[in-house]
């Protein structure tokens, strides 16, 4: 059967009859007790996001879904498409299911698409993406000595980050959909 | 790899929060140490999994060994030799952590020194203030008042706090207090994370033995290996005069909450 050892961001649980999909996890062992799995899930139903402890031994279930790679390609804020890059299908998917992960997305991105009984049910975006900087302000050159000097830069897709004072516009960063941090300018 | 630029990024981080902690306990009179990292014994504790190995021993044969899962026994083993104020910056192992605030290989810092609760938690708030370069003070809650879940995490709307006064069933390693009310024992939580794990500590050799019976009755009912009981550790409590605090503090965790940084991994050189 499987155990909370098992999960992942993006998996979809049945819990007391609702689909709920993991959006975070820690394997934790706390000083005293078992080991244990910290979640957060979010609710399809509700989209309501819930912090949950799961023992080590307890037994989940699983929801039986569908993962497909598709490309993300336009969205106006409350519809978006994505295309499956094969079979040139497209399949629409509501703000709601999108949320969060909308401040994230750019034409081309690939993403996972989860469909339960062929309805879109969660979007699962790879954990760093890839962005040119659009516009960051230079910093004079006595302040880059420090990487740990941050400053705002705007993305090509219109999302603005904190960087690294010694990240140029032009340059390509990746950045973890998580938490949106920057991670590191690629090479 | 990562580029130059964030490797240096990297390096100043790690630099400056472990030269800050360095600097504050240096000041204080303390003294670094370096201890093993392959240990006979790697830690009793029932939810806690070790990296063992066998480790071949000179005229043949092996012997089980164990990366550590903290220093604590090896600091133990110096305060109980007399050392007093005595501090170490290590790598340690525990298997099967991992997600955003967790990785199997982190630094934990520990330092010792003779003390009571009082001093053990204003110290451990003034090391923080330092090294974070912020001067906010760290506001006690009583773990009654904490709102704790059966998972040991506090849910109160605050930013950065000390729980304190552990119930004595969760004394842990602690001694209890003269009054028998309470465990000293405290954790600091900021921004969700459990930053550190203070103790005014037992020094009872025979209650020490009795847990790590315990512990070791609970690894075997949980089918995890058992590692047997370090004689030597305990001797070494039981020459341990007067009061002695001590802290374990996870300096990624540190680090992260210095730089603003949400996943441990975006901290590390060799990610």
Redesign the interface.
Known sequence: MPSPNEIKKGTVLKKDGDLVVVVDFQRVSPGKGSSFVRTKMKSLATGKVKEENLKSGEVLEFADVQNKQMQYIFGDGSMFTFMDGRTYEQVEISGDIVGDAAKYLKEGLDVTVVTHDGTPIALDLPAKIEYTIASTMDVAKGDTASGTVMKDAELDNGLTVKVPAFVKQGEVVRINTLSGDYVERVN | ???K??I???I??WD?TMSRVRSFLDSRGFVEVRTPLLVDHPGM?????PFAVDVHVLGGGKKRMGLITSPEYSMKKLVGAGIEKVYTMTQTF?N???????IPEFMMLEWYAPGDYEELMAETEELLQYVLEDKAPWKRIQHQNAKM?????PHVEEEKFFVTQYPTA?A?LARHSKNGAYAERFEAFARGMEMC?GFCELTDAVEQRARFKNEQEERRA?GKEVFPIDEELLEAISKIKGPVYGNALGVDRLIMLK?????IK?IQLFP
């Open positions: 790899m990562l580029s630029d964030d240096l990024r990297r100043e981080m400056v504790e029932p939810n806690l999994d525990r099967f952590e991992s997600g955003s605030l967790n879940d059966a998972f040991g995490d969760e842990s794990n949980a730089y603003g940084i949400h996943n975006d």
